[in-house]
């Protein structure tokens, strides 16, 4: 097998069939900045919750601190095709917010099911700049 088919068939081919978890753990998520939040568990919990549904990556600072925590949720190959896309979640400071996040992803997320009323609280427009960044 060559490289360049090694390339078409990698790992990362199979996470944009899923949806994919980008928690923010930078200069101000998940350290102490955010008070009475216990981050290692929150990303632990993310992890065992979509296991099976998701991947779930770090990342150093997205830069829309004044949102910490930050989760952003990108849509799996078949939610974009249908019209999903990026979903920006921030103060997701609160283990039910968490529980949410993962519930609604399970369930599809982005573009394949309609997230809990609630999480309409937690989503923010992040600047054009900061978005490119990650939606790519």
């Not at 990362?12 to 899923?18: D, E, F, K, V, W």
């Not at 990303?43 to 949102?67: M, P």
């Not at 095709?81 to 609160?94: E, I, K, S, T, Y």
Request: charged fraction near 20%; hydrophobic fraction near 40%.
């Amino acid at each position: 097998m060559n490289r360049r088919t090694r390339k078409a068939t990698a790992p990362a081919t199979a996470g944009a069939a899923r949806c994919t978890v980008t928690v923010c753990r930078g200069c101000c998520c998940g350290t102490a900045k955010i008070p009475g939040v216990d981050h290692a568990a929150q990303l632990a919990g993310l992890r065992q919750a979509l296991a099976d549904t998701a991947q779930v990556r770090v990342t150093g600072c997205l830069d829309a601190c004044e949102h910490a925590n930050v989760i952003v949720v990108q849509p799996s190959a078949a939610g974009r095709a249908a019209g999903g896309r990026p979903v920006w979640l921030g103060l997701v400071n609160d283990p039910a917010a968490t529980d949410d996040i993962a519930a609604w992803i399970t369930a599809g997320g982005p573009g394949l099911a309609d997230p809990p009323g609630v999480l309409d609280l937690y989503a923010f427009t992040p600047s054009r700049r900061v978005r490119q960044a990650i939606d790519g």
